[in-house]
């Protein structure tokens, strides 16, 4: 599952580059991760909002924080969790690159994924409100490519550009349709970051 991407473009220019409405400014940092706060694109507005749904688990205190839960798996979206926001509140996700932890317990390192002929592209997502956070959103998962499968077995659902229409408008049987692994190529950067910085 995806835990860490970058975003590296300006709000202007991801709001070109969808034809979005920029409303305001954003506080999301390069590099995103679960509870931090990320680009979307919804309702042809460019948005900021925290990444992943809060979750109260049982046995939680009730001033404790909830966990974010950043992942929709595609086969699950008709879940109670995810299906009124799969039916009803899908987004865009602007994404340079994503990354993956790759190597033994304890010392691993990030692998990242990107496009080689793009240098933004466009992840499926959903959305909805939240009384812990306001607008919160979550990257839906897929089965992993061949490209990613050496390293973890789903990856994001990528849109196509001539498929955001689809994902964004379209009725839910259509978007779920768009919920394949990626079919072109993709580049591997395998890197020795840690992927839990000490």
């Given at each position: 599952?995806?835990?860490?991407?970058?975003?590296?473009?300006?709000?202007?220019?991801?709001?070109?580059?969808?034809?979005?409405?920029?409303?305001?400014?954003?506080?999301?940092?390069?590099?995103?991760?679960?509870?931090?706060?990320?680009?979307?694109?919804?309702?042809?507005?460019?948005?900021?909002?925290?990444?992943?749904?809060?979750?109260?688990?049982?046995?939680?205190?009730?001033?404790?924080?909830?966990?974010?839960?950043?992942?929709?798996?595609?086969?699950?979206?008709?879940?109670?969790?995810?299906?009124?926001?799969?039916?009803?509140?899908?987004?865009?996700?602007?994404?340079?690159?994503?990354?993956?932890?790759?190597?033994?317990k304890g010392s691993k390192?990030?692998?990242?994924?990107?496009?080689?002929?793009?240098?933004?592209?466009?992840?499926?997502?959903?959305?909805?409100?939240?009384?812990?956070?306001?607008?919160?959103?979550?990257?839906?998962?897929?089965?992993?490519?061949v490209h990613v499968a050496?390293?973890?077995?789903?990856?994001?659902?990528?849109?196509?550009?001539?498929?955001?229409?689809?994902?964004?408008?379209?009725?839910?049987?259509?978007?779920?349709?768009?919920?394949?692994?990626?079919?072109?190529?993709?580049?591997?950067?395998?890197?020795?970051?840690?992927?839990?910085?000490?």
């Open positions: 599952m995806c835990n860490l991407y970058r975003m590296t473009k300006t709000t202007a220019e991801v709001a070109n580059l969808f034809n979005a409405v920029e409303l305001g400014s954003s506080n999301a940092p390069a590099e995103i991760y679960p509870g931090s706060p990320g680009l979307v694109v919804a309702g042809g507005e460019l948005r900021s909002m925290v990444w992943g749904f809060p979750l109260r688990l049982k046995g939680m205190k009730p001033d404790a924080k909830p966990k974010p839960v950043n992942n929709a798996r595609a086969d699950k979206l008709d879940s109670f969790m995810w299906r009124f926001s799969f039916a009803e509140r899908r987004c865009l996700i602007p994404v340079t690159e994503f990354a993956e932890a790759e190597g033994e390192t990030r692998t990242w994924f990107s496009l080689p002929e793009e240098d933004l592209f466009a992840v499926a997502g959903i959305w909805r409100e939240t009384d812990e956070w306001g607008p919160a959103y979550s990257m839906v998962m897929t089965e992993a490519c050496g390293v973890h077995d789903r990856m994001p659902v990528i849109v196509r550009r001539e498929d955001w229409a689809d994902w964004l408008d379209g009725p839910p049987d259509a978007a779920g349709l768009l919920c394949r692994p990626y079919p072109a190529m993709m580049s591997v950067h395998r890197t020795t970051d840690l992927w839990v910085r000490r």
